[in-house]
């Protein structure tokens, strides 16, 4: 067999992008332990009362300055932002994100006017997080490896899960529409093609 002289490699879940629309890929589904499940269920009943709610802000790698580099895989929306977008909901809060700064944490739960539980400490083990995401009521963020577990786990139509997706978006969101067919169920909330606002999120967060 020939190899072309410029091969190109790509990840195995960017293969429908590369091949059109027709080649849909659905989620792969996971199944949590029952004592993982068990544990999970343990330690959301210590927080207060349901629904529990998981939220992220932010994913992907920074990019560095005067390169694009990452760019294309960093996403974020305000966590203040986001914390006036859930401020009159009932329920528990649960911070997701990975390494949260500080700050973010604060103006998150300011903005939310209750207090979060910081609980980035299940990104350390993916079948604790697996566990934790399938267990929760609702998660809201950005689309990240916590978004994919939650659409695993999940059966299409009940996922009550809110993905925010940036602008470019990557394909697997496509550029418009409220829901993905690669991720049928997840609700898609789409930042504004407006670069350089502030406000790019009011509309699909208010």
């Known amino acids: 067999i020939s190899m072309p002289k410029n091969p190109v490699t790509l990840p195995v879940g960017d293969l429908p992008g590369l091949f059109g629309p027709t080649s849909f890929v659905p989620p792969l589904r996971f199944r949590p332990s029952e004592a993982g499940l068990l544990a999970a269920s343990e330690r959301l009943a210590t927080l207060g009362p349901a629904p529990y709610i998981g939220v992220t802000w932010e994913a992907g790698s920074k990019p560095l300055a005067g390169s694009r580099t990452g760019v294309d895989f960093f996403k974020r929306v305000s966590p203040a932002l986001l914390g006036e977008s859930l401020r009159t909901r009932n329920g528990t809060f649960v ?21 979060a539980w910081d609980w980035s400490d ?6 604790s997080a697996l566990a ?4 929760l009521d609702e998660y809201i963020g950005v689309s990240n490896t916590n978004l994919h577990l ?4 999940t059966s299409s139509g009940v996922h009550h899960t809110t993905t925010l997706v940036c602008h470019p978006p990557e394909w697997r969101w496509g550029h418009h529409g409220h829901e993905s067919p690669w991720f049928p169920g ?8 407006a670069s350089g606002r502030p406000d790019t999120w009011s509309t699909a967060l208010s």
């Open 95 to 115: 911070i997701l994100q990975r390494d949260p700064e500080a700050r973010d944490v604060s103006e998150f739960t300011q903005a939310l006017g209750k207090s």
């Open 150 to 153: 939650r659409a695993g786990v």
């Open 186 to 193: 997840i609700r898609v909330l789409r930042e504004l093609a």
């Open 122 to 127: 299940i990104n350390a083990d993916l079948s």
């Open 132 to 135: 934790i995401l399938a267990m």
